[in-house]
């Protein structure tokens, strides 16, 4: 993930000694102002990345409803998610007085970049450098309107219809367009008596915490916790008063020995690659949180080698490409 991040600083770089890009106002759709742009408005949903800006000294905001308009330069550093994307490339045209600059990884979307962008009707040049690509254009009031309206759109939180249900959710978070299969055969094989005060560790948009609240009427609370905002905005909203939807990074938060119960599909990705390390601290950080005698209840990748991070961590029920695992706090 560093690594990434500093092959997009050094492209964005080299880019930038290509084409004469304004200095004025700038906005930076996800990624680091480069030092030469600093301090400068920036977008990120990410609890970490926000905060970390925001300590070197930019303007954050986390909802895109925030973003102000009227900038001399806009810089998008592309995530994954292709409709996001396209999104993020409209909201850039939209509030650009001009310039936009795009960047991302030739194998997670660079090679598409520049035709993404010519897309929209405007006159794009690109460059290569250090693993990404590089697209840009000076013409950003260019650009097709009706286009632009309509892509950014998919910034927006969409209700859908998943499993019989209406959901609030919007592409860019953890599977936004369908239920995990993962997570469904964890709420089909919980224990039926689960009450008191329960945790959603990495929530998405809700739906454990949203079969809990639903199958378990002895539930009180339920706490549920994502690092990104527009996931917990969903959370929020498919969810009824028992839960309580929390934005933070789970990594840091100081947690108590509260719950009788805790769920979690936990994340196992950080970037691109695969990141054991963030799954297990998920569950360290859940054992921590545990009552004497309270519960974890989880799902994971069967490859994903979790049982010995906490005591007692055992089988439950296989599944697919998943398997459960539970365990239970001294008491
Ligand atoms: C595998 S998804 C599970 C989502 C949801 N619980 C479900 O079952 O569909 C893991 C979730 O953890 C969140 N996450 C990743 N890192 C996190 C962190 N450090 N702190 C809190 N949440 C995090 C992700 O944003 C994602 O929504």
Same mark, same amino acid.
């Given at each position: 993930?560093?690594?990434?991040?500093?092959?997009?600083?050094?492209?964005?770089?080299?880019?930038?000694?290509?084409?004469?890009?304004?200095?004025?106002?700038?906005?930076?759709?996800?990624?680091?102002?480069?030092?030469?742009?600093?301090?400068?408005?920036?977008?990120?949903?990410?609890?970490?990345?926000?905060?970390?800006?925001?300590?070197?000294?930019?303007?954050?905001?986390?909802?895109?409803?925030?973003?102000?308009?009227?900038?001399?330069?806009?810089?998008?550093?592309?995530?994954?998610?292709?409709?996001?994307?396209?999104?993020?490339?409209?909201?850039? !045209? &939209?509030?650009?007085?001009?310039?936009? /600059?795009?960047?991302? @990884?030739? #194998?997670?979307? $660079?090679?598409?970049?520049?035709?993404?962008?010519?897309?929209?009707?405007?006159?794009?040049?690109?460059?290569?450098?250090?693993?990404?690509?590089?697209?840009?254009?000076?013409?950003?009031?260019?650009?097709?309107?009706?286009?632009?309206?309509?892509?950014?759109?998919?910034?927006?939180?969409?209700?859908?219809?998943?499993?019989?249900?209406?959901?609030?959710?919007?592409?860019?978070?953890?599977?936004?367009?369908? !239920? &995990?299969?993962?997570?469904?055969?964890? /709420?089909?094989?919980? @224990?039926? #008596?689960?009450? $008191?005060?329960?945790?959603?560790?990495?929530?998405?948009?809700?739906?454990?915490?949203?079969?809990?609240?639903?199958?378990?009427?002895?539930?009180?609370?339920?706490?549920?916790?994502?690092?990104?905002?527009?996931?917990?905005?969903?959370?929020?909203?498919?969810?009824?008063?028992?839960?309580?939807?929390?934005?933070?990074?789970?990594?840091?938060?100081?947690?108590?020995?509260?719950?009788?119960?805790?769920?979690?599909?936990?994340?196992?990705?950080?970037?691109?690659?695969?990141?054991?390390?963030?799954?297990?601290?998920?569950?360290?950080?859940?054992?921590?949180?545990?009552?004497?005698?309270?519960?974890?209840?989880?799902?994971?990748?069967?490859?994903?080698?979790?049982?010995?991070?906490?005591?007692?961590?055992?089988?439950?029920?296989?599944?697919?490409?998943?398997?459960?695992?539970?365990?239970?706090?001294?008491?």
């Amino acid at each position: 993930m560093v690594f990434n991040r500093r092959m997009i600083a050094i492209a964005l770089a080299y880019a930038l000694e290509q084409t004469a890009a304004p200095r004025g106002r700038t906005l930076w759709l996800y990624g680091e102002p480069l030092p030469d742009y600093a301090p400068a408005d920036v977008y990120h949903p990410r609890k970490n990345f926000a905060e970390a800006l925001q300590k070197k000294g930019h303007r954050v905001v986390s909802d895109v409803a925030e973003i102000g308009r009227d900038y001399d330069a806009v810089f998008v550093t592309c995530p994954q998610q292709h409709e996001e994307v396209e999104g993020l490339l409209a909201l850039a !045209l &939209d509030r650009s007085r001009g310039f936009v /600059m795009a960047v991302a @990884p030739n #194998d997670a979307g $660079g090679t598409r970049l520049r035709g993404m962008l010519e897309a929209f009707g405007v006159p794009v040049e690109s460059v290569g450098k250090s693993h990404c690509r590089v697209a840009w254009t000076g013409a950003a009031p260019e650009a097709d309107r009706q286009k632009v309206e309509a892509a950014q759109l998919h910034l927006a939180l969409r209700p859908l219809v998943l499993g019989g249900r209406e959901w609030w959710t919007v592409p860019g978070i953890f599977g936004w367009d369908q !239920l &995990d299969p993962g997570s469904r055969l964890l /709420m089909d094989h919980l @224990p039926d #008596d689960i009450s $008191g005060r329960v945790a959603d560790f990495g929530c998405g948009f809700g739906y454990l915490s949203a079969r809990l609240a639903r199958d378990h009427q002895g539930i009180r609370q339920i706490d549920a916790f994502d690092i990104d905002q527009r996931a917990v905005t969903c959370c929020a909203r498919n969810n009824g008063e028992k839960v309580n939807a929390v934005w933070d990074d789970l990594r840091s938060r100081k947690v108590e020995a509260i719950y009788n119960t805790v769920v979690m599909n936990p994340p196992f990705h950080s970037g691109k690659g695969t990141d054991l390390g963030l799954g297990q601290l998920f569950i360290q950080k859940a054992w921590e949180s545990l009552r004497p005698r309270g519960r974890l209840f989880l799902v994971a990748n069967q490859h994903l080698a979790y049982e010995k991070v906490v005591p007692g961590l055992t089988l439950v029920k296989l599944g697919g490409a998943y398997k459960i695992l539970t365990t239970r706090a001294e008491g």
